[in-house]
């Protein structure tokens, strides 16, 4: 079943913060995030993988609550660079690879 | 990280004709590929899962006979829309594990833009 993302849309001023929510009916395994700009093949930003799990990567960091079966993206400081659709995907529950579950996606833009 | 490359970037045909499309993995070997495809201003759908040295598994409503994906070595796996028609118009999208456990990062390729006429 696809995640929910929320918001759909946000606009923000540079150096605002966004969050962006991803949440699933059924048990995550793993949750990855992307960033996709138009036209464009989605460029990974992180994966998490266990109920609790934070990950941070310069300025954008991620949360996953297994319990909840949710994860949140943190944007801090937004940048120009930042604007572009974000996709949260899902994984399933095996040892190996599976293909992903995309939510709709989140079209973040950042204005000046 | 790990590159994945797509050949053809862009592609128009005519109804009918059938259209290949090669995802590869340049730095990496990848027992597994993904095949999606995206319609615009819509999400990425999973189409198939594309098995080295095996039969490709295919999500529910996804003819199989009309996506013919042949996974020929570990670093190249081929997507063929047989007989295109319109509808096929897309953006096709490979990604490949960097590994082969589900804890592994997929990396996606730069995009097949599909127009049927």
């Known amino acids: 079943q696809q995640p929910v993302q929320s918001p759909q849309a946000v606009i923000l001023r540079e150096g605002e913060d966004a969050v962006i929510n991803c949440s699933s009916s059924k048990a995550l395994y793993s949750v990855h995030w992307y960033r996709q700009k138009h036209g464009e093949a989605p460029v990974f930003l992180m994966i998490?993988?266990?109920?609790?799990e934070q990950k941070g990567h310069e300025k954008i960091s991620a949360s996953f609550n297994e319990k909840k079966q949710q994860s949140s993206l943190y944007l801090t400081a937004s940048q120009l660079s930042y604007s572009g659709t974000y996709f949260c995907?899902?994984?399933?529950?095996?040892?190996?690879?599976?293909?992903?579950?995309f939510g709709k996606g989140t079209h973040l833009i950042i204005q000046p | 990280g790990a590159v994945v490359s797509q050949h053809p970037s862009r592609v128009i045909c005519k109804s009918g004709t059938s259209v290949k499309i090669e995802c590869r993995s340049l730095?990496?070997?990848?027992?597994?590929m993904f095949w999606y495809r995206q319609f615009p201003k819509q999400s990425l759908m999973l189409m198939a899962t594309s098995n080295e040295g095996s039969k490709a598994t295919y999500e529910q409503g996804v003819e199989k006979d009309k996506f013919l994906i042949n996974h020929a070595s570990l670093t190249l796996s081929t997507l063929t829309v047989t007989s295109a028609h319109p509808e096929d118009s897309s953006f096709y999208i490979c990604?490949?594990?960097?590994?082969?456990?589900?804890?592994?990062?997929?990396?996606f390729g730069p995009g097949t833009r599909l127009t049927v006429l």
């Open positions: 990604s490949a594990p960097a590994g082969g456990a589900r804890t592994d990062t997929q990396y």
């Open positions: 730095d990496f070997q990848a027992t597994t």
């Open positions: 998490l993988l266990k109920g609790g």
């Open positions: 995907g899902t994984g399933g529950s095996g040892g190996g690879a599976d293909g992903l579950t």
